[in-house]
Protein backbone atom coordinates (compact mmCIF):
# COMPACT_ATOMS: atom_id res chain seq x y z
CA UNK A 1 0.00 0.00 0.00
CA UNK A 2 1.37 3.60 -1.36
CA UNK A 3 1.04 6.82 0.78
CA UNK A 4 0.44 9.73 -1.51
CA UNK A 5 1.33 13.11 -0.22
CA UNK A 6 -0.66 15.38 -1.92
CA UNK A 7 -0.93 19.59 -1.42
CA UNK A 8 -4.91 21.18 -1.24
CA UNK A 9 -6.34 24.33 -1.50
CA UNK A 10 -7.01 25.42 1.82
CA UNK A 11 -8.19 28.58 1.30
CA UNK A 12 -9.05 30.44 -2.26
CA UNK A 13 -6.04 32.69 -2.64
CA UNK A 14 -6.64 36.86 -1.76
CA UNK A 15 -3.96 38.53 -3.50
CA UNK A 16 -0.64 36.97 -4.08
CA UNK A 17 -0.72 33.02 -2.44
CA UNK A 18 0.68 32.42 0.65
CA UNK A 19 2.09 29.17 2.12
CA UNK A 20 -0.84 29.11 4.71
CA UNK A 21 -3.15 28.95 1.55
CA UNK A 22 -1.95 25.09 1.31
CA UNK A 23 -2.52 21.75 3.04
CA UNK A 24 -0.38 19.44 2.77
CA UNK A 25 -2.29 15.82 3.05
CA UNK A 26 -1.95 12.20 2.99
CA UNK A 27 -3.98 9.91 0.61
CA UNK A 28 -3.46 5.90 0.86
CA UNK A 29 -4.00 4.42 -2.43
CA UNK A 30 -5.94 1.53 -3.14
CA UNK A 31 -3.33 -1.98 -4.06
CA UNK A 32 -4.02 -1.91 -7.86
CA UNK A 33 -3.73 -5.62 -7.77
CA UNK A 34 -7.01 -5.95 -5.58
CA UNK A 35 -9.28 -5.83 -9.42
CA UNK A 36 -9.09 -3.08 -11.64
CA UNK A 37 -8.39 -3.94 -15.10
CA UNK A 38 -5.42 -1.75 -16.90
CA UNK A 39 -4.56 0.02 -13.62
CA UNK A 40 -1.02 1.71 -13.35
CA UNK A 41 0.02 3.20 -10.16
CA UNK A 42 2.92 6.13 -11.01
CA UNK A 43 5.50 8.54 -9.10
CA UNK A 44 5.76 12.23 -9.94
CA UNK A 45 8.91 12.75 -10.32
CA UNK A 46 8.92 16.40 -11.44
CA UNK A 47 5.84 18.47 -11.00
CA UNK A 48 5.19 21.99 -13.03
CA UNK A 49 4.30 25.47 -11.26
CA UNK A 50 2.48 27.30 -13.83
CA UNK A 51 0.51 30.99 -13.54
CA UNK A 52 -2.26 29.65 -14.91
CA UNK A 53 -3.19 28.03 -11.75
CA UNK A 54 -3.65 30.94 -9.63
CA UNK A 55 -6.72 32.20 -11.91
CA UNK A 56 -7.86 28.61 -13.14
CA UNK A 57 -7.60 27.98 -8.89
CA UNK A 58 -10.58 30.55 -8.50
CA UNK A 59 -12.54 29.63 -11.37
CA UNK A 60 -12.52 25.63 -11.71
CA UNK A 61 -11.78 24.75 -7.56
CA UNK A 62 -13.20 24.47 -4.23
CA UNK A 63 -11.53 24.74 -1.17
CA UNK A 64 -9.93 21.34 0.05
CA UNK A 65 -9.46 20.02 -3.74
CA UNK A 66 -5.84 19.19 -4.83
CA UNK A 67 -4.08 21.53 -6.32
CA UNK A 68 -4.31 21.47 -9.97
CA UNK A 69 -1.22 20.77 -12.24
CA UNK A 70 0.89 18.34 -14.56
CA UNK A 71 4.17 16.22 -13.95
CA UNK A 72 6.26 13.83 -15.49
CA UNK A 73 5.70 10.53 -13.77
CA UNK A 74 7.43 7.24 -13.60
CA UNK A 75 5.12 3.80 -13.81
CA UNK A 76 5.88 1.65 -11.28
CA UNK A 77 3.33 -0.75 -11.27
CA UNK A 78 1.39 -1.77 -14.14
CA UNK A 79 -1.22 -3.86 -15.39
CA UNK A 80 -1.83 -2.40 -18.26
CA UNK A 81 -0.03 -3.50 -21.67
CA UNK A 82 0.01 -0.11 -22.86
CA UNK A 83 2.85 1.12 -19.76
CA UNK A 84 5.76 -0.84 -19.16
CA UNK A 85 7.19 -0.35 -14.94
CA UNK A 86 9.80 2.29 -15.97
CA UNK A 87 8.18 4.15 -18.45
CA UNK A 88 8.01 7.97 -18.12
CA UNK A 89 4.77 9.90 -19.11
CA UNK A 90 3.23 13.23 -18.77
CA UNK A 91 -0.29 13.44 -16.95
CA UNK A 92 -2.36 16.38 -15.45
CA UNK A 93 -3.30 14.27 -11.96
CA UNK A 94 -2.18 17.69 -9.60
CA UNK A 95 0.27 17.84 -6.91
CA UNK A 96 0.26 14.57 -6.11
CA UNK A 97 3.55 12.45 -4.85
CA UNK A 98 1.72 8.99 -6.20
CA UNK A 99 -1.29 8.86 -8.33
CA UNK A 100 -3.38 5.79 -9.77
CA UNK A 101 -4.60 5.79 -13.67
CA UNK A 102 -5.96 3.46 -16.42
CA UNK A 103 -3.89 5.07 -18.69
CA UNK A 104 -6.24 6.92 -20.44
CA UNK A 105 -4.88 10.35 -19.36
CA UNK A 106 -1.20 9.98 -19.68
CA UNK A 107 0.72 10.75 -22.56
CA UNK A 108 4.00 8.84 -23.04
CA UNK A 109 7.19 10.98 -23.91
CA UNK A 110 8.00 11.25 -27.66
CA UNK A 111 9.62 7.92 -28.24
CA UNK A 112 12.39 9.84 -29.96
CA UNK A 113 13.35 11.67 -26.56
CA UNK A 114 17.06 11.26 -26.19
CA UNK A 115 18.54 9.71 -22.77
CA UNK A 116 20.77 12.53 -22.46
CA UNK A 117 17.39 15.04 -22.49
CA UNK A 118 15.95 16.01 -19.31
CA UNK A 119 12.76 14.82 -18.83
CA UNK A 120 11.24 17.74 -16.81
CA UNK A 121 11.82 19.60 -20.67
CA UNK A 122 8.40 18.18 -21.20
CA UNK A 123 6.84 20.29 -18.76
CA UNK A 124 8.50 22.88 -20.54
CA UNK A 125 10.07 23.88 -23.57
CA UNK A 126 9.14 20.71 -24.70
CA UNK A 127 5.68 20.40 -23.30
CA UNK A 128 2.90 23.00 -22.65
CA UNK A 129 5.07 25.93 -22.39
CA UNK A 130 6.69 25.34 -25.46
CA UNK A 131 4.03 24.64 -27.67
CA UNK A 132 1.93 27.89 -26.71
CA UNK A 133 4.81 29.75 -27.94
CA UNK A 134 5.15 27.31 -31.12
CA UNK A 135 1.39 27.58 -32.11
CA UNK A 136 0.73 31.32 -30.16
CA UNK A 137 3.52 32.78 -32.73
CA UNK A 138 2.68 30.83 -35.82
CA UNK A 139 -0.90 30.75 -35.79
CA UNK A 140 -1.91 33.69 -33.95
CA UNK A 141 0.88 36.19 -34.79
CA UNK A 142 1.47 34.67 -37.65
CA UNK A 143 5.13 36.03 -37.84
CA UNK A 144 7.03 36.50 -41.17
CA UNK A 145 10.51 36.86 -42.01
CA UNK A 146 12.11 40.06 -41.11
CA UNK A 147 9.32 41.16 -38.73
CA UNK A 148 10.54 42.57 -35.34
CA UNK A 149 8.45 40.53 -32.34
CA UNK A 150 8.07 42.06 -28.84
CA UNK A 151 7.38 39.50 -26.17
CA UNK A 152 7.15 39.89 -22.18
CA UNK A 153 7.90 37.53 -19.20
CA UNK A 154 10.60 37.11 -21.70
CA UNK A 155 13.03 34.94 -19.53
CA UNK A 156 10.27 32.40 -18.47
CA UNK A 157 9.11 29.27 -19.85
CA UNK A 158 6.75 30.81 -22.64
CA UNK A 159 8.53 33.76 -23.13
CA UNK A 160 12.06 32.26 -23.53
CA UNK A 161 10.80 29.60 -26.31
CA UNK A 162 9.10 32.59 -28.36
CA UNK A 163 11.99 34.95 -28.46
CA UNK A 164 13.89 31.70 -29.82
CA UNK A 165 11.58 30.76 -32.22
CA UNK A 166 11.04 34.11 -34.13
CA UNK A 167 14.74 34.40 -34.27
CA UNK A 168 14.79 30.32 -35.98
CA UNK A 169 11.56 32.10 -37.71
CA UNK A 170 14.06 35.25 -39.63
CA UNK A 171 12.66 37.68 -36.95
CA UNK A 172 14.23 40.76 -34.69
CA UNK A 173 12.95 40.03 -31.26
CA UNK A 174 12.70 42.51 -28.50
CA UNK A 175 12.22 41.09 -24.78
CA UNK A 176 11.87 42.64 -21.51
CA UNK A 177 12.45 40.66 -18.13
CA UNK A 178 12.35 41.87 -14.30
CA UNK A 179 15.88 41.48 -13.79
CA UNK A 180 19.38 42.38 -14.86
CA UNK A 181 20.42 39.16 -15.27
CA UNK A 182 17.41 37.65 -16.84
CA UNK A 183 18.28 40.74 -19.22
CA UNK A 184 21.78 38.75 -20.15
CA UNK A 185 20.43 35.92 -20.41
CA UNK A 186 18.18 36.72 -22.99
CA UNK A 187 20.90 38.27 -25.07
CA UNK A 188 22.78 35.21 -24.36
CA UNK A 189 20.23 32.96 -26.32
CA UNK A 190 19.87 35.33 -29.11
CA UNK A 191 17.60 38.22 -28.47
CA UNK A 192 18.53 41.08 -30.50
CA UNK A 193 17.05 43.59 -27.73
CA UNK A 194 16.53 43.13 -24.05
CA UNK A 195 15.49 45.53 -21.58
CA UNK A 196 14.65 45.35 -17.45
CA UNK A 197 11.00 46.56 -17.68
CA UNK A 198 11.37 47.36 -13.72
CA UNK A 199 14.11 49.67 -13.98
CA UNK A 200 13.85 51.54 -16.89
CA UNK A 201 12.75 55.14 -16.80
CA UNK A 202 9.99 55.31 -19.43
CA UNK A 203 8.66 51.67 -21.20
CA UNK A 204 7.37 53.99 -23.40
CA UNK A 205 11.11 55.40 -24.63
CA UNK A 206 12.48 51.94 -24.15
CA UNK A 207 10.35 50.01 -26.48
CA UNK A 208 10.44 53.04 -28.63
CA UNK A 209 14.58 52.69 -28.35
CA UNK A 210 14.48 49.18 -29.02
CA UNK A 211 12.79 49.07 -32.19
CA UNK A 212 12.50 52.58 -33.48
CA UNK A 213 9.56 51.17 -36.56
CA UNK A 214 7.47 50.04 -34.23
CA UNK A 215 6.53 45.77 -33.83
CA UNK A 216 4.55 44.05 -36.10
CA UNK A 217 4.01 41.35 -33.32
CA UNK A 218 3.65 41.46 -30.07
CA UNK A 219 3.14 38.20 -27.79
CA UNK A 220 1.74 39.11 -24.83
CA UNK A 221 2.30 37.35 -21.66
CA UNK A 222 1.42 39.88 -18.59
CA UNK A 223 -1.16 42.09 -19.60
CA UNK A 224 -1.77 45.25 -17.50
CA UNK A 225 0.10 48.35 -18.03
CA UNK A 226 2.64 47.06 -20.24
CA UNK A 227 0.11 45.98 -22.90
CA UNK A 228 -1.42 49.52 -22.80
CA UNK A 229 1.87 51.11 -23.63
CA UNK A 230 2.68 48.43 -26.10
CA UNK A 231 -0.14 48.64 -28.02
CA UNK A 232 0.99 52.45 -28.55
CA UNK A 233 4.17 51.43 -30.69
CA UNK A 234 2.58 48.27 -32.79
CA UNK A 235 3.08 49.10 -36.42
CA UNK A 236 0.11 49.64 -38.54
CA UNK A 237 -1.87 45.70 -39.37
CA UNK A 238 0.53 44.53 -36.48
CA UNK A 239 -0.69 41.48 -34.48
CA UNK A 240 -1.00 40.55 -30.87
CA UNK A 241 -1.24 37.26 -29.32
CA UNK A 242 -2.86 37.55 -26.09
CA UNK A 243 -1.57 34.46 -24.37
CA UNK A 244 -1.63 35.89 -20.48
CA UNK A 245 -2.17 38.81 -18.02
CA UNK A 246 0.23 37.59 -14.98
CA UNK A 247 0.32 41.13 -14.01
CA UNK A 248 -3.57 41.02 -13.11
CA UNK A 249 -3.64 37.33 -12.01
CA UNK A 250 -3.44 38.35 -8.32
CA UNK A 251 -5.66 41.42 -8.16
CA UNK A 252 -8.40 41.81 -5.50
CA UNK A 253 -9.76 44.76 -7.12
CA UNK A 254 -9.57 44.50 -11.30
CA UNK A 255 -7.49 47.19 -12.60
CA UNK A 256 -8.85 50.05 -15.28
CA UNK A 257 -6.67 50.68 -17.84
CA UNK A 258 -6.09 52.97 -20.90
CA UNK A 259 -8.65 51.43 -23.71
CA UNK A 260 -7.32 49.88 -26.41
CA UNK A 261 -10.11 50.58 -29.02
CA UNK A 262 -8.28 54.17 -30.58
CA UNK A 263 -4.73 52.22 -31.57
CA UNK A 264 -6.47 49.09 -32.71
CA UNK A 265 -8.68 51.19 -35.04
CA UNK A 266 -6.12 53.60 -35.87
CA UNK A 267 -3.16 50.86 -36.73
CA UNK A 268 -5.63 48.17 -38.02
CA UNK A 269 -4.27 46.11 -35.41
CA UNK A 270 -5.08 42.57 -34.64
CA UNK A 271 -5.90 41.49 -31.05
CA UNK A 272 -6.89 37.42 -30.60
CA UNK A 273 -6.89 35.72 -26.75
CA UNK A 274 -5.79 32.05 -27.46
CA UNK A 275 -5.23 28.94 -25.22
CA UNK A 276 -2.82 26.17 -26.00
CA UNK A 277 -5.56 23.26 -26.36
CA UNK A 278 -7.12 24.45 -29.21
CA UNK A 279 -4.35 22.77 -31.26
CA UNK A 280 -4.35 19.94 -29.10
CA UNK A 281 -4.80 17.62 -32.30
CA UNK A 282 -1.47 19.03 -33.86
CA UNK A 283 0.01 18.52 -29.98
CA UNK A 284 2.87 16.05 -32.08
CA UNK A 285 3.77 18.02 -34.32
CA UNK A 286 4.34 20.81 -31.69
CA UNK A 287 6.45 18.27 -30.13
CA UNK A 288 8.71 17.02 -32.74
CA UNK A 289 9.62 20.49 -33.48
CA UNK A 290 10.93 21.97 -30.48
CA UNK A 291 12.29 18.48 -30.25
CA UNK A 292 14.60 18.57 -33.09
CA UNK A 293 15.16 22.10 -32.39
CA UNK A 294 16.55 21.69 -28.53
CA UNK A 295 18.62 18.32 -30.21
CA UNK A 296 19.82 20.34 -32.37
CA UNK A 297 21.09 23.14 -30.17
CA UNK A 298 18.80 25.21 -31.95
CA UNK A 299 16.53 26.26 -29.49
CA UNK A 300 18.25 26.45 -25.31
CA UNK A 301 16.78 25.38 -22.34
CA UNK A 302 16.66 26.93 -18.69
CA UNK A 303 15.10 25.20 -15.62
CA UNK A 304 14.84 26.85 -11.96
CA UNK A 305 14.09 23.26 -10.65
CA UNK A 306 13.59 23.25 -6.66
CA UNK A 307 14.10 20.43 -4.67
CA UNK A 308 11.29 18.65 -2.41
CA UNK A 309 7.53 17.89 -3.12
CA UNK A 310 7.26 19.93 0.34
CA UNK A 311 8.16 23.32 -1.37
CA UNK A 312 5.93 23.48 -4.15
CA UNK A 313 3.96 26.23 -2.93
CA UNK A 314 7.88 27.88 -2.14
CA UNK A 315 7.91 27.33 -5.73
CA UNK A 316 4.44 28.50 -7.17
CA UNK A 317 4.65 31.69 -5.22
CA UNK A 318 8.39 31.99 -6.34
CA UNK A 319 7.53 31.19 -9.84
CA UNK A 320 4.56 34.22 -9.74
CA UNK A 321 7.14 37.05 -8.01
CA UNK A 322 9.53 36.52 -11.02
CA UNK A 323 11.93 34.19 -9.11
CA UNK A 324 12.43 31.74 -12.00
CA UNK A 325 14.90 31.87 -15.34
CA UNK A 326 13.07 29.56 -17.66
CA UNK A 327 10.59 26.97 -16.42
CA UNK A 328 10.05 26.47 -12.91
CA UNK A 329 9.65 22.99 -11.93
CA UNK A 330 9.85 21.48 -8.53
CA UNK A 331 11.66 17.86 -8.45
CA UNK A 332 10.23 15.59 -5.84
P1 LIG B 1 6.98 32.28 -16.60
O1 LIG B 1 7.96 31.18 -16.59
O2 LIG B 1 7.17 33.40 -17.55
O3 LIG B 1 6.87 32.83 -15.11
C1 LIG B 1 6.11 33.93 -14.82
C2 LIG B 1 6.91 35.22 -15.02
O4 LIG B 1 6.03 36.32 -15.14
C3 LIG B 1 7.79 35.58 -13.82
O5 LIG B 1 9.02 34.93 -13.86
C4 LIG B 1 7.92 37.09 -13.94
O6 LIG B 1 9.10 37.41 -14.69
C5 LIG B 1 6.70 37.50 -14.79
N1 LIG B 1 5.81 38.35 -13.99
C6 LIG B 1 5.22 38.10 -12.82
N2 LIG B 1 4.47 39.13 -12.42
C7 LIG B 1 4.61 40.09 -13.37
C8 LIG B 1 4.10 41.41 -13.53
N3 LIG B 1 3.29 41.97 -12.62
N4 LIG B 1 4.46 42.11 -14.63
C9 LIG B 1 5.28 41.56 -15.55
N5 LIG B 1 5.79 40.32 -15.46
C10 LIG B 1 5.46 39.60 -14.37
O7 LIG B 1 5.52 31.69 -16.84
P2 LIG B 1 5.00 30.98 -18.16
O8 LIG B 1 5.99 31.15 -19.24
O9 LIG B 1 4.54 29.62 -17.81
O10 LIG B 1 3.70 31.84 -18.51
C11 LIG B 1 3.83 33.14 -19.08
C12 LIG B 1 2.42 33.66 -19.39
O11 LIG B 1 1.81 32.84 -20.39
C13 LIG B 1 1.48 33.67 -18.20
O12 LIG B 1 0.70 34.83 -18.26
C14 LIG B 1 0.63 32.45 -18.43
O13 LIG B 1 -0.62 32.53 -17.80
C15 LIG B 1 0.53 32.43 -19.94
N6 LIG B 1 0.25 31.13 -20.53
C16 LIG B 1 -0.81 31.06 -21.39
C17 LIG B 1 -1.11 29.89 -22.03
C18 LIG B 1 -2.25 29.86 -23.00
O14 LIG B 1 -2.63 28.77 -23.46
N7 LIG B 1 -2.81 31.01 -23.34
C19 LIG B 1 -0.34 28.66 -21.78
C20 LIG B 1 0.82 28.86 -20.90
C21 LIG B 1 1.07 30.06 -20.28
P3 LIG B 1 9.79 38.86 -14.61
O15 LIG B 1 10.96 38.69 -13.69
O16 LIG B 1 10.19 39.11 -16.01
O17 LIG B 1 8.79 39.83 -14.07
Known amino acids: MVIAKAWALKKHFDGFPKTSDFDLKKIELPNIKDGGEQKLLLESVFLSVDPYMRPYSRRDMKEGDIMIGTQVARVVESKNPAFTVGAFVVAGRGWRTHFISDGKDLQLLPSNWPESLPK ?37 AVGSVVGQLAKIGGCKVVGCAGSDDKVAYLKKIGFDEAFNYKTVKSLDEALHKASPD ?119
Open 120 to 156: SLALGTVGMPGLTAYFGLLEVCKMKPGETVLVNAAAG
Open 214 to 332: GYDCFFDNVGGEFASVAINQMKKYGRIAVCGAISQYNDSVPQKGPYVQLPMIFKELQMEGFLVTRWNNRREEGLQALLKWVVEGKVKCHEQVTEGFENMPMAFIGMLKGENLGKAVVKV
